[in-house]
């Protein structure tokens, strides 16, 4: 094997398995399902749903302007209708939750959402949302979701590409520079190929 072609070969490698890692990671941000909404719980409005909750964290309540749901395409407007009225209680107790407006987009593939608000749920409970308002026919989903979670993944596909990416580029310029000396030598001495 030529000089240098060991270090080109495992600077190829490298740099694969960086596109690799990078593509999975990216993937596990992009699609449904991966950030925390596994239990993504979907209902059309106006109307009211109950959900079971399990598990203690922020829940958040998304309009889901853009989507496909029960075979039917949404395609709305990012804004609720005015006068659209959120009521979120505990069933059990009938205590209402605290509802804090946040909005965050996102968007997945041909999907866009966004979020009206979250609640914190610290114990198990059945949740009941009541949503009123507007005329048209609209789907919102409620879902536990971690933004440090994405956060993380971002970082994650930072660190690994500040790390193979450079590391790829050494082995492959060293290997090439290999290549070349090897090839000056061998034309100035006229023997053979190592």
Not at 133 to 162: C, H, P, Q, W
Request: charged residues 20%.
């Amino acid at each position: 094997m030529r000089a240098g072609m060991k270090r080109i070969i495992a600077g190829a490698i490298v740099g694969g398995l960086e596109a690799v890692v990078i593509l999975f990671f990216m993937i596990r941000i992009l699609l449904p399902g991966n950030l925390g909404d596994e239990k993504n719980h979907r209902f059309n409005v106006p109307g009211s749903t109950e959900v079971v909750v399990e598990d203690s964290g922020r829940y958040y309540l998304w309009n889901d302007y853009k989507t496909v749901y029960e075979g039917k395409d949404f395609n709305q407007s990012k804004h609720l209708p005015k006068g659209t009225a959120i009521t979120i209680i505990n069933k059990e107790t009938g205590t209402p939750y605290d509802f804090v407006h946040e909005t965050i987009y996102k968007t997945s593939g041909s999907e866009s959402a966004t979020s009206i608000g979250y609640i914190e749920i610290n114990t198990p409970a059945t949740v009941e949302i009541d949503v009123q308002g507007g005329n048209e026919e609209r789907v919102f989903s409620f879902f536990k979701y971690d933004f440090f979670k994405t956060f993380y993944l971002i970082a994650a596909v930072i660190g690994i590409s500040m790390i193979l990416g450079p590391l790829s580029l050494v082995l492959l310029i060293s290997g090439f520079v290999g290549m070349v000396r090897a090839n000056k030598k061998h034309n100035q001495t006229g023997g053979t190929d190592p």
